[in-house]
């Protein structure tokens, strides 16, 4: 298993054992709208009543609710772990990305220094896997960044 594996592994042992929320849009803002657009029933705040939000973040979690509605493998269990795996994933995908923009900008050595701390951050442990548009955010600006030939 290569290095993407075993970040997965840890970011989705992470995601399962974190039992406290952090802020409410973490639920009100991805996961209850996800939730309603894949079951047909939740509560969508005054922002998408408006509509201020976009779509994009809660299909992400709507689309694994809907393969486990279609599955009739709809579980409470299963509707309230299926995102946490895919957050934890998506985290993973932002700990490679780091690792490879501070290689490239900084060498091997630091590039493995960089991911070490970051790992053992509290902070990275307790939100990057949280269905939060902004853990989202943090791993695409990485993706972009590691994709973007900047000038050296």
């Known amino acids: ?3 993407l594996g075993w970040l997965v592994l840890l970011r989705c042992a992470n995601a399962l054992a974190l039992r406290t929320g952090f802020a409410p849009d973490e639920f009100w803002q991805s996961l209850e709208v996800a939730h309603g657009l894949a079951f047909g029933y939740g509560h969508r705040t005054w922002e998408w009543q408006a509509g201020l939000r976009s779509w994009l973040h809660p299909l992400l979690f709507a689309a694994p609710y809907a393969t486990l509605r279609a599955l009739g493998l709809d579980a409470p269990w299963a509707v309230l ?11 993973a995908l932002g700990d490679l990305c780091l690792l490879r923009l501070a290689e490239r900008h900084l060498g091997r050595g630091a590039g ?3 991911l070490a701390c970051h790992l053992c951050s509290w902070f ?7 269905s939060l548009a902004n853990c ?12 973007w030939p900047l000038p050296e």
């Open 136 to 147: 989202l955010e943090a791993t695409l600006s990485l993706a972009a960044l590691v994709l």
């Open 1 to 3: 298993m290569g290095l």
């Open 124 to 130: 990275s442990l307790f939100c990057c896997p949280r």
């Open 81 to 91: 772990v299926a995102p946490k795996l895919l957050q934890g994933a998506l985290a």
């Open 112 to 114: 493995r220094w960089a």
